[in-house]
Nanobody, 127 residues
Framework: QARLEESGGGSVQAGGSLRLSCVASGYIYRGNCMGWFRQAPGKEREGVAAICTDGSTTWYADSVKGRFTISEDNAKNTVYLQMNNLKPEDTARYYC????????????????????WGQGTQVTVSS
């Protein structure tokens, strides 16, 4: 059945880098955009980045602009998130999902409702 599987997280020192991967398998409702979302303990899930229409449009949260880069490889059904100059406030579990893009935010999408979130991948940044 359709699923999205995240990988690439880990524990790094502030200023370090990580590259996250999201691989899609089976049937999936993607729409025109894919996004990365994150959730820290005690906080709501928030949008981080999105990529749309064969990479022609991207969106980033203000907090990660200039540090994170989203990309995709359609042949591999994979979306990536390159994270550079990581900060402690980036610590969270990261998830991928189809996304709707608005001027100041992105929202996760599923088939007739929210996505069936996977396990995500944990990113921990130490000072």
């Amino acid at each position: 059945q359709a699923r999205l599987e995240e990988s690439g997280g880990g524990s790094v020192q502030a200023g370090g880098s990580l590259r996250l991967s999201c691989v899609a398998s089976g049937y999936i409702y993607r729409g025109n955009c894919m996004g990365w979302f994150r959730q820290a303990p005690g906080k709501e899930r928030e949008g981080v980045a999105a990529i749309c229409t064969d990479g022609s449009t991207t969106w980033y949260a203000d907090s990660v602009k200039g540090r994170f880069t989203i990309s995709e490889d359609n042949a591999k059904n994979t979306v990536y998130l390159q994270m550079n100059n990581l900060k402690p406030e980036d610590t969270a579990r990261y998830y991928c999902a189809s996304a709707a893009v608005f001027p100041t935010a992105i929202e996760p999408l599923g088939v007739d409702g929210p996505p069936n979130w996977g396990q995500g991948t944990q990113v921990t940044v130490s000072s």
